[in-house]
């Protein structure tokens, strides 16, 4: 199991949850605005928790914690992932995995054992300009679709979410996908945050009245949608 880290204790990962975080590492896409490129890159160090430590403190947290969610990285790649979620469905915690939606046969595989409880799906952008946002030439849009199409049917809780990056969207992009996963139950609009550890520097967020307008046009057609992370 590709482990590259662990958050112990976080109140904005599962939304609310109190819960921890595990980091598996290994991505299929670069997107260019990535915050966790190190997950995504090859590792220059080995990561300092093991799997048997993380059980062992989520062990002793049952009364504290409430779920742990799986993120990366795309914890779809990483074959011991039913494994993973196993062990902590042992334990009695809900589990969150976040996803690219490239894998939908592995979600509905996971929901149909109760292995998960929530999905955080990314939405780069519209279809048509996913090879952009996405950082690779030909994304599965066929598995993303299935993907999308499975959580709108509801089977579980779940949230679609796209992190807003000026330099890389524009008023169309919000049109198409609020087309696109219309009658979504949660959407969230993220703001881009600047880091270090950004795969491609150079990009920058948009202004609240920015995001606030995009919002309004994903309403049209997801009435529920909300920003995440406007200060
Ligand atoms: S943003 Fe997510 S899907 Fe894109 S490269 Fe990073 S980990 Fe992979």
Same mark, same amino acid.
């Not at 590492?25 to 093991?50: A, I, T, Y």
């Given at each position: ?52 430590? *993380? ?8 009364? *504290? ?34 996803t690219?939606g490239?894998?939908p046969?592995?979600l ?9 409880? !929530?999905?955080?799906m ?13 950082? *690779? ?6 598995s993303i679709?299935q993907s999308v199409?499975w959580l ?9 979410? #796209? ?39 150079? !990009?920058?967020?948009? #202004? ?21 992370? *406007?200060?």
């Amino acid at each position: 199991m590709n482990i590259q880290g662990f958050t112990k204790t976080t109140l904005l990962d599962y939304p609310g949850k109190v819960a921890a975080v595990i980091f598996l590492g290994g991505c299929n896409f670069r997107c260019p605005f990535c915050h966790n490129s190190s997950l995504v890159l090859p590792p220059k160090q080995k990561p300092s928790d093991s799997l048997e430590d *993380i059980l062992l403190f989520l062990k002793k947290r049952r009364k *504290i914690l409430d779920g742990v969610c799986i993120s990366g990285g795309e914890p779809t790649l990483d074959p011991d992932l039913p494994s993973l979620c196993e062990q902590l469905k042992s334990l009695g915690y809900l589990v969150k995995l976040d996803t690219n939606g490239t894998n939908p046969g592995l979600l509905r595989e996971l929901a149909g054992e109760h292995l998960i409880d !929530y999905v955080a799906m990314d939405i780069k952008s519209c279809p048509m300009h996913y090879p952009k946002l996405a950082g *690779i030439s030909k994304p599965d849009m066929d598995s993303i679709q299935q993907s999308v199409q499975w959580l709108l049917a509801n089977v579980l809780p779940y949230e679609f979410r #796209t992190t807003v990056v000026r330099e890389l969207h524009a008023e169309e992009d919000f049109i198409e996908i609020s087309r696109w996963l219309a009658g979504a139950s949660q959407y969230y609009l993220q703001a881009y945050r600047d880091s270090p550890q950004v795969m491609r520097r150079g !990009y920058t967020a948009c #202004t609240k009245e920015e995001m606030e307008h995009y919002l309004e046009l994903v309403r049209s057609f997801i009435p529920t949608a909300q920003l995440r992370g *406007i200060d």
